[in-house]
């Protein structure tokens, strides 16, 4: 029998828990993440002239320990932040700790109305500091950001909406642009090459001498070739295109692949992740049934579940090369986007979620200018959709430029 899963894990947060952790994770993460947190004067004088309001929290995502790294942020300004987090964190015994820290849940890819419900409630109480990541998911790509989803500004108007609706003045909501960049403190010239030699001995590549660049591609180009031959998509012509057309052939019709093997509706013009978290919500919903399948031994349960550790795997495919494009490398061939694109890789040809820190990082923070979303609620109550959209494009750009002048940092 497979276990009960809850649908909504509401924040309990406990201050004596949060200062204790706050306090500890420093040393935690350098020891067992092998980071450590760096923001500027600016940042800091930005979130402490805050610290009374009602905040909103919008950082890119580009690898796990983003949360680790906010968690950071809240030591140091000595606030309590409250975080959401898919629901996916909170299958661990530690989920007693993710709630007494002031972490709640969300279902990606369905309208999770318990979820909605309570981040609404939250970022109408006063002082409250709100962290949601937007774009959904790891981007595992330091220097770029994926397109970011519109929720958390509109459930912030949505709060706002709330004092209109009960005839109070509309209070400040201020949100506010957070780039997160991830900077190696040594020389990667070694850790790079010993990862692309086991890289190639697992897939069989011959080693040439070759610069580091054209190892990657070619290590990169027999996993698209294999990607595309689990789907039976790999052709002569195939192989003629620009690997950014094959890529972006292959996300699609592996989308579309899993959505006809679970019935679902195909809309190709919903972002990727939306419709890859309602492919996994729908393969979650048939687990406990192929679980008792995987002890039947018979033809059909057989290759019902081979079909379901394909679409398994797809979703893990099309979450883990999401953000992926031809160029990311070439473009700044920093020791980062060199290992951004190899644990990716790992990740995929190894078949692990997270590779092991490659060594010790500084997370650099730096935090963009305020919105306040009051000066903007007249304006969202004469067209919601696109003040919404208006105001997210701009605080991915100002995310996106902070990222580029840490960058040239």
């Avoid at 906010?70 to 959401?84: A, D, I, P, Q, R």
């Avoid at 090459?193 to 590549?205: D, V």
């Amino acid at each position: 029998m497979g276990k009960v899963e809850r649908d909504f894990y509401p924040p309990r947060r406990k201050l004596p828990l949060v200062r204790l952790a706050q306090f500890l994770a420093p040393t935690w993460a350098f020891v067992t993440q092998r980071i450590w947190l760096e923001a500027d004067y600016d940042s800091l004088r930005i979130l402490s002239e805050l610290r009374r309001d009602r905040v909103l929290l919008l950082p890119n995502h580009p690898t796990f320990q983003d949360p680790v790294v906010s968690f950071l942020l809240s030591g140091v300004t000595g606030e309590n932040f409250y975080f959401l987090s898919a629901v996916e964190l909170f299958d661990s015994p530690l989920a007693p700790f993710f709630q007494g820290i002031g972490v709640y849940s969300i279902r990606r890819g369905l309208s999770d109305r318990a979820s909605i419900a309570q981040t609404i409630d939250l970022l109408t109480q006063p002082g409250c500091h709100l962290v949601i990541f937007p774009e959904g998911g790891c981007s595992f790509q330091n220097d770029t950001v994926m397109p970011f989803r519109a929720g958390g500004v509109q459930l912030a108007f949505q709060a706002l909406n709330r004092f209109a609706k009960q005839g109070e003045p509309i209070p400040d909501l201020y949100v506010v642009p957070v780039a997160i960049k991830y900077f190696y403190r040594r020389d990667m010239t070694r850790v790079i090459r010993q990862t692309m030699a086991q890289l190639e001995r697992s897939l069989g590549i011959t080693p040439v001498k070759a610069d580091n660049y054209q190892r990657l591609r070619a290590i990169a180009q027999k996993v698209l070739v294999k990607v595309e031959q689990d789907y039976g998509m790999h052709s002569s012509d195939v192989a003629s295109k620009s690997w950014n057309e094959r890529i972006e052939r292959l996300r699609e019709q592996v989308l579309a692949h899993c959505e006809r093997a679970l019935g679902l509706p195909i809309n190709s013009a919903e972002a990727l992740r939306e419709r890859t978290y309602r492919i996994e919500y729908a393969l979650k919903q048939r687990a406990d049934a192929l679980e008792s399948a995987e002890s039947t031994e018979t033809d059909a349960a057989s290759e019902s579940l081979r079909k379901y550790r394909l679409l398994e795997k797809s979703v893990k495919r099309l979450l883990n090369f999401d953000a992926i494009y031809d160029g990311y490398v070439a473009e700044n061939p920093t020791p980062e986007r060199f290992l951004d694109t190899l644990v990716r890789l790992e990740r995929e040809v190894f078949d692990i979620d997270q590779p092991p820190p490659k060594s010790f990082r500084k997370a650099v923070l730096k935090v963009g200018e305020p919105i306040n979303l009051k000066d903007w609620f007249e304006q969202y109550r004469s067209d919601r959709g696109k003040t919404v959209n208006d105001l997210t494009l701009k605080i991915q750009q100002a995310v996106q430029t902070n990222l580029d002048l840490l960058n040239q940092s």
